[in-house]
């Protein structure tokens, strides 16, 4: 084995590299082209970066000065190139700045991953919702079960404005089981103990004479008619809708997702008899065993991340194709049959389910902090409204937020909330006015930033508004100046690892940023990723020590997207993928976790580093718990040797690691999984980590 090599790598205490000097709007583009310098001994680039984050946890006792002394060891497969790095690292345990409780959250929006994923809905084209009636596509998820026939018809009395459509069924036989299935979202789980709580209206629309009082059986089944759960509905014909309501409860789970539910009848009792049906509901369990809620697994893996916040409802979906198909919170809200759906941005149809109500309910049961955004006269198509014709949205922006903070004795739209379940406001601070507009930066700036802002802010002065027209730290001029700023950021692994200082450099102003979407989407060759690996996750560990150090001017930052149904994918990577029954935890998810987790309450001033340096760290303290923390990464096999001096003896840690390009996939969901340890601490700390590495060390003083 090559001995040990030494090199000239040294933690200096400049905290701005002058590479990153910002012109106008030359931030992202300076980022981008600027190279790792992390050196072997012949001078060679190693292909690699070394990011530790040190957070600092501690209570108020004596301040103690830090030493942190690392040693880094090389070990390149095969190759001569060793070598050794000693870093000093001294930070004051009472000079710094507060972490704001936002710092890290999370980005919504339907991208395949509402309908199907967050929400709890099990039936897919549960109320045929903007279809073309007599369409093979209308009857998207749904098929015949036994001798009959299906075909969605506009009906001639409709459940609701909102419903215009049905399913029309026709046994054609006279005996036997006959009825319709729905194959769900791409499945249907089938979970031992779970009670599933349903819903579907139907009519006769010319019923005979006689009333005929029969059965409906609803359950589900396997593809091949094995039955796992089902009951009865009894019903008696009319031409009036009626409503059904039932549960059942599974006694055995399915591994197989094929799973479909079924509505069936006994056609001697209704000989072949016409039946409309509509807004056929099914719901599992659901968070917080809210009605019309939230999946569970899902909800209650975002709240193992902390979340401070929650950004909905997009991003792109926001916007809509067309101003007619934006998302509009008033389609969204009352009754489920006064919901027509609609078109979303991503080409398939959104439900609306999860409406305006739904997002702010499972926000304050989350505990997170709603960040809302109001549409602002932008549509994908590139076309701007123009502002003469503003108002309708300016007004409809207005309503939004009066629907979740307004009084609900004297506003209408808070009287809405009041009457879904939630007289007292919702809690609400800040608004976003619009998404990406440095797509439509002109319109934004000469007209609908201020007919927006000036509008919201006579009306509601409390809150904040953010604007979304900047694409990076080096922000348009807008009138009035905005004080909050969306930023977002796609890029690869080089470009977070010397991104970790983009925030240093910018101006303690007043102005506070929220890195509203970024994420690692292409390796550093340009290829694309299906999923988040790892050597991208730790660049991403690189970048956030940014957002601790300079939380004083970064008040919110998460990655995006969020979610995403592995079976419908438009947008890679995203942090979790899920399928009906499980989900795929991805390694920028334990990132994301690992921060928020261990943000702590106050960031404490430390011998900073440079952007080009292979470590980053930061360092926090959490006043409550008294702790210490440390993260680091690197690509290449290394290891660490950390003195520093704790009041405590002992510490734990968590470190993510893996190999380069290790991802986390339906096939290996745990590839790359965080583990935990202990370490003796005293004076010294000896701590080594292979390389592709996020440490975590936690020390109670
Ligand atoms: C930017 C936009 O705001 C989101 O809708 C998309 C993915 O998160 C991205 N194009």
Redesign the pocket.
């Known amino acids: 084995m090559t001995p040990l090599q030494k090199v000239s790598y040294e933690v200096t205490t400049t905290p701005v590299p002058s590479h990153l000097a910002l012109g106008e709007n030359t931030f992202i583009e300076k980022v981008i082209d600027t190279d790792l310098h992390c050196y072997d001994r012949d001078n060679k680039l190693v292909h690699g970066v070394f990011i530790l984050l040190f957070q600092c946890i501690r209570s108020s006792l004596k301040c103690i000065k830090r030493m942190i002394r690392k040693t880094f060891a090389f070990a390149l497969a095969g190759a001569a190139a060793v070598y050794a790095t000693t870093f000093d690292v001294t930070f004051s345990t009472t000079s710094g700045h507060k972490v704001p409780s936002t710092l890290y959250g999370l ?1 919504f ?1 339907d ?1 395949n991953s509402g309908d199907g994923g967050l929400y709890a809905e099990l039936i897919q084209n549960r109320a045929f919702q903007q279809v073309t009636p007599g369409t093979s596509a209308a009857l998207t998820a749904w098929a015949t079960l036994g001798s009959a026939s299906i075909a969605v018809v506009k009906s001639s009395s409709p459940v609701s404005t909102a419903l215009p459509n049905a399913l029309s069924f026709k046994p054609t036989a006279t005996s036997g089981t006959v009825g319709f299935t729905n194959d769900g979202y791409f499945g249907i789980p089938v979970t031992a103990g779970w009670k599933y709580t349903g819903s579907f209206f139907y009519r006769t629309p010319t019923p005979p004479a006689t009333k005929i009082s029969s059965s409906f059986t609803v359950g589900l089944r396997s593809t091949s008619g094995t039955v796992f759960t089902s009951t009865t509905v009894p019903f008696t014909t009319s031409s009036s809708w009626q409503q059904a309501t039932f549960t059942f409860t599974a006694s055995s789970t399915q591994t197989s997702v094929t799973n479909l539910f079924a509505l069936t009848v006994n056609a001697a009792t209704i000989g072949e008899l016409t039946m409309e049906f509509t807004l056929i509901s099914l719901f599992p369990p659901t968070f917080n065993n809210r009605a019309n809620g939230m999946r569970v697994d899902i909800s209650e893996a975002l709240l193992a991340m902390d979340p401070g916040f929650f950004r909905f409802p ?4 926001l916007e809509g194709q067309t101003p007619a198909q934006r998302w509009a919170w008033e389609s969204t809200v009352n009754s489920l049959v006064d919901r027509p759906g609609r078109l979303g941005t991503w080409g398939y149809i959104n439900t609306d389910g999860l409406g305006l109500y739904e997002y702010l309910q499972w926000i304050e049961d989350m505990g997170m902090e709603p960040i809302m955004a109001v549409f602002a006269g932008y549509t994908l198509n590139g076309a701007s409204v123009a502002q003469n014709s503003l108002q309708t949205y300016i007004t409809e922006a207005i309503n939004q937020i009066n629907f979740a903070i307004g009084d609900a004795s004297s506003n209408p739209q808070a009287a809405i909330r009041s009457a879904m379940g939630h007289p007292e406001p919702f809690d609400l601070t800040y608004i976003e006015i619009g ?2 507009d440095f797509f439509s930066s002109t319109t934004y700036t000469n007209y609908r930033w201020s007919a927006f802002v000036d509008a919201l802010s006579a009306e509601f002065p409390q809150l904040h508004y953010i604007s979304t027209s900047a694409t990076s730290g080096s922000v348009p001029k807008l009138t009035p100046a905005p004080t909050y700023w969306d930023l ?1 950021i ?1 890029s690869n692994p080089n470009f977070f690892i010397n991104g970790a200082f983009n925030f240093d450099i910018l101006p303690r102003n007043g102005l506070q940023f929220f890195q509203g ?1 970024y994420a690692t989407t292409t390796q550093n060759s340009g290829a694309t990723l299906a999923y988040p690996f790892i050597d991208g996750s730790i660049a991403e560990a690189a970048y956030m020590t940014g957002f601790d150090r300079n939380s004083d001017i970064v008040f919110a930052a998460s990655y ?2 969020l979610l995403s149904s592995v079976s419908s994918i438009q ?1 890679t990577p995203d942090l979790i993928n899920f399928s009906p029954n499980s989900l795929i935890l991805s390694t920028s998810y334990y990132v994301q976790k690992l921060f928020s987790v261990y943000k702590g309450d106050f960031y404490l001033t430390s011998t900073t580093n440079t952007a080009s340096s292979p470590v980053q760290w930061s360092v926090t303290r959490d006043t409550a718990t008294s702790q210490y923390f440390l993260k680091r990464y690197h690509s290449e096999h290394c290891s660490l040797h950390a003195p520093i001096h704790p009041a405590s003896t002992a510490g734990t840690g968590t470190i993510l690691t893996a190999a380069p390009g290790t991802m986390n996939t339906p096939t290996k969901p745990t590839a790359a999984v965080p583990s935990n340890f202990s370490f003796t601490a005293g004076k010294t700390i000896t701590y080594n980590a292979p390389g592709l590495s996020l440490s975590v060390l936690v020390v109670v003083s």
Do not use: S
């Not at 997009?314 to 979906?317: I, L, P, Q, S, T």
């Open positions: 980005m929006e991208i997009g991003g792109n979906n998404n990406e977002h796609y979407e995006a997207p947008w």
